[in-house]
Nanobody, 122 residues
Framework: QVQLVESGGGLVQAGGSLRLSCVAS????????MGWFRQGPGKEREFVAA???????TYADSVKGRFTISRDNAKDTVYLQMSSLKPEDTAVYYC????????????????WGEGTLVTVSS
């Protein structure tokens, strides 16, 4: 059974930092694209960042320069380093994976985690 398990969420003040982790089990995703999405209160789920198998990255405009996605294939883990957090970053953050090596905006993700809550206070 494939699982993506997120961790690292919590409460942080505006301007602070958090690092989210996503560990895959049940299969390896070292040659697959993975990404982070989020859903804020009363909002639809939106794309945050993605990383292809060769570590090429893509970011939403709203997080460029503040968030960094990375991966450690030896641990089958993807990270999202979030800095300069804003109250509008408050959301449940979901890890996701594709069955293909690359991610392009709008691509459908094939596997999803349960999410981890990030709350940014003003």
């Amino acid at each position: 059974q494939v699982q993506l398990v997120e961790s690292g969420g919590g409460l942080v003040q505006a301007g602070g930092s958090l690092r989210l982790s996503c560990v895959a089990s049940g299969r390896t995703f070292t040659r697959n694209a993975m990404g982070w999405f989020r859903q804020g209160p009363g909002k639809e789920r939106e794309f945050v960042a993605a990383i292809s198998w060769n570590s090429g990255t893509t970011y939403a405009d709203s997080v460029k320069g503040r968030f960094t996605i990375s991966r450690d294939n030896a641990k089958d883990t993807v990270y999202l380093q979030m800095s300069s957090l804003k109250p509008e970053d408050t959301a449940v953050y979901y890890c996701a994976a594709r069955t293909t090596p690359y991610y392009r905006p709008g691509d459908v993700m094939n596997y999803w985690g349960e999410g981890t809550l990030v709350t940014v206070s003003s």
